[in-house]
């Protein structure tokens, strides 16, 4: 059955690529956001979430919702303002899509939210399932009051999906294009110890996750949007200097200088993430990426 769905951060990463993939199946999008914009297929509405103001004709005849608006969390270094933007952006959006909801009587039935694997806080070698609880930190703080925000649908009756998201892997975008430009130019070298692990995902994987999501009437509650073997920093730096055959250096990057250089947002480099992508496996969900190496093979070339 084709659904009617409204997206929120539909122009990041994630949103762009998920649009078209969902009009290819034959689902209706209309998106929000802050600005208009030439979507083509797609009805743009307007909403300014620090100000509260949305078109809650936004909601007519909508059934989901895909909602993966927020602050870019490395945009700017994280003073105790910016870090409060990044928290609010996500749980005053969260609380306003549902207001409108309830006060339009709309008939959505389904809210389907990202969310980060930083939710797990630093937890080094132990593996994590959606029921490790959540852990220490500014990261982990802000994917708590995110997802305590999104559960708050469940009162409404929706039935909600939350994915806990790792790196996303995309050609010349996201976290990849920044984790490759000191490789480019001969500067690559693992981050601190080099042994955290790093929750990955292609951004087809991602995709099809979210597109399952929406067609799937058995999956609900928290999914780690990871692939099922993370691998160290140390692994993944090697490894996408092997694509683009450049050395990597014998050392580390100390610790101190990452913080000193990022402050307290080096807080995102350090934490290790040995997630469990097992609810998806067992959910029958089929990745088209499982190992590192043909993920980078794909995004690269062979």
Not at 94 to 123: R, W
Not at 227 to 249: C, E, G, M, Q, Y
Request: with cysteine; aromatic share 8%; hydrophobic share 40%.
């Amino acid at each position: 059955m084709n659904k009617r769905i409204l997206i929120t951060g539909a122009t990041g990463m994630i949103g762009k690529k998920l649009i078209n993939a969902l009009q290819e199946s034959g689902h209706t999008v209309s998106v929000l956001s802050r600005k208009l914009r030439d979507i083509p297929g797609v009805k743009v509405f307007l909403w300014d979430v620090y100000s509260g103001h949305i078109d809650a004709d936004c909601m007519t005849g909508i059934n989901t919702v895909i909602h993966l608006a927020g602050e870019n969390i490395a945009q700017q270094r994280w003073t105790a303002k910016r870090k409060q933007q990044i928290i609010d952006s996500r749980v005053l959006s969260t609380q306003l899509l549902y207001k409108t909801i309830k006060e339009s009587n709309a008939d959505v039935g389904t809210f389907i939210s990202a969310s980060a694997a930083g939710y797990y806080g630093d937890c080094g070698d132990e593996i994590l399932t959606e029921e490790s609880p959540a852990g220490y930190g500014f990261m982990a703080q802000c994917c708590k009051q995110w997802e305590d925000a999104v559960d708050k649908g469940k009162y409404l009756g929706l039935r909600i999906v939350k994915f806990r998201t790792g790196v996303i892997l995309a050609k010349g975008e996201g976290a990849l294009a920044s984790l490759e430009k000191p490789i480019k130019f001969f500067l690559g070298a693992p981050l601190g110890t080099g042994k955290q692990w790093i929750p990955w995902i292609h951004l087809d994987d991602i995709i099809s996750m979210y597109k399952n999501a929406v067609e799937s009437p058995l999956m609900a509650g928290a999914y780690n949007a990871c692939a099922p073997f993370p691998v160290t920093n140390d692994t993944l730096t090697k490894a996408i200097a092997s694509k683009l055959t450049r050395p990597v250096w014998p050392f580390h990057v100390p610790e101190k200088v990452l913080k000193l250089v990022l402050g307290e947002m080096s807080e995102v480099v350090f934490i290790s993430s040995n997630t469990s992508a097992q609810k998806l496996l067992s959910a029958d969900f089929k990745f088209k990426y499982t190992q590192l190496i043909d993920a980078l093979s794909d995004i690269y070339g062979r």
